[in-house]
Every structure is written in C-alpha cells, then in structure tokens.
C-alpha cells in the first residue's frame, strides 16, 4: 500500500538552529508531492508543494524542500528557525496522474522551538 | 474567497445523540474531503467526493458515521448514535481538480462526546 513515512515525531530545537524533517514516501511512479503546516489550534494550510520541474522547492516563510526521486524523499528545510514556527508538520503524497488520486498524509512531526 | 466554511466551530454532545456536522468548500471545487484528527490516531481521511458523487469511503470508522453531498456547495458528515470515542477535530476540505491542485482545510469542528 502507498504510505508516508514521517520519522520524527517530535523535534525539538532553539530560535536560530536550522531545521530539516524527513518525509520518504512508498510509490514508483509519478507523485505530486506537499507540506502542510497546522498552527496550535488552527487548520492545515499548505507550506509547499513540488508538481514538476525543479526539485527544490520554496515556500512561504523561508521553508524550502527538495524532491529526490532516487530516495523516495521530499524533506522539509529552513536555515534558521522562529519562535513562531512552533506547528505540526505534515508531508502529503498524490500518487499518479488521475485527478482522482487521493492525497496520503504523513502521520506528522511537531517541531517545538525553545525561545 | 471566504475558503472553506464548516459548521459548527464547536460541538458538546452526550452519548447517544445524532450529530451533524457541516461544510461549503471553496467555489468551483469539485473535490470535496472529510477528515478526522485525534491525538492517538492523527489525521484519517474518512470519505472524498467527486462532483458530488462519493468515490472512497474506506476511512469511516463504522455505519454510525454517513455523509452527504446533496449540491456542490454544500455537504454533511453525520454521527448517529455519537460515542465519547468520536471526539476529535473534525476538518473538511476542497480542491480543484488535478493531482497537483492543493487541497484547501476549513477551521475544522471539535467534537466533544460526554
């Protein structure tokens, strides 16, 4: 079955440290791939996502990914993390062309930042 | 664009009750997703719909739970007879057609079963 591998449940780091979530995902073929972020206490909203052409992905809030078909791989980075981006993190996969496909969500990690 | 609209933000219910939860998605989506986000669990897919018709109702939990999409604007998601271990934040959301269109979250409806 196709899946979502998210390793690190739980990352904690301080204001300025740099960041990097695993995602690995199980499917051959063609994916489009995501990150969606949820706030404490608010909705996922989308952070990125890599359709096709260039691998590295950026996003909003200075969060970029990079899709290597090789590893099965599309990780989360940012250079230097905020307070404020204290969140759950989730990887997202549609497999296939068929707008059909449905999207499969990685269980999450939640990235605590020390102030 | 309002974005997807659910209701009710809140839900306090007792044991044995029905429950309705609603949802408009976003205008022009014809795609529209249930879902369900507890700490044990995560986030489960529960059903999804295509131009109004359901296509994969594999995630819900048992025939307690139904939902309806009677029009493009709007659906329900259903809990009859509710139970305490239906508690959770309950989210819709809608996309455009194409596997690469994102899918858009409404704020979701907590529900508590006491």
């Known amino acids: 079955a196709q899946s979502v591998s998210q390793h690190n449940h739980h990352v904690i780091l301080s204001e300025a440290a740099s960041l990097e979530l695993g995602c690995n995902y199980s499917y051959g073929g063609t994916v489009n791939l995501f990150w969606y972020v949820q706030y404490p206490g608010q909705h996922l909203q989308l952070l990125l996502k890599?359709?096709?052409?260039?691998?590295l992905v950026k996003g909003i809030k200075g969060f970029e990914a990079e899709f290597i078909k090789s590893k099965f791989s599309f990780n989360l980075r940012k250079p230097s993390v905020q307070w404020s981006d204290t969140a759950e993190y989730f990887c997202a996969v549609v497999p296939g062309y068929s707008s059909a496909s449905k999207i499969i969500f990685g269980s999450g990690t939640r990235l605590s930042i020390r102030p | 664009d309002a974005g997807v609209i659910q209701s009710p933000r809140h839900e306090v219910t007792e044991m044995g009750q029905e429950v309705t939860l609603r949802c408009k998605p976003i205008?022009?989506?014809?795609?529209l997703f249930w879902y369900r986000q507890t700490m044990m669990r995560g986030l489960e897919l529960l059903i999804y719909?295509?131009?109004?018709?359901?296509?994969?109702d594999s995630g819900m939990p048992e025939d307690r739970f139904s939902a309806k999409m009677p029009n493009a604007s709007f659906s329900t998601l259903k809990i009859q007879p509710s139970e305490p271990r239906d508690s959770a934040v309950y989210f819709c959301?809608?996309?455009?057609?194409?596997?690469?269109?994102?899918?858009?979250f409404g704020p979701g409806t907590r529900l508590t079963v006491l």
């Open positions: 959301a809608s996309r455009r057609p194409g596997p690469g269109d994102t899918q858009y």
């Open positions: 890599y359709f096709s052409g260039d691998p």
């Open positions: 205008s022009g989506h014809d795609y």
């Open positions: 719909f295509n131009n109004n018709v359901p296509i994969d």
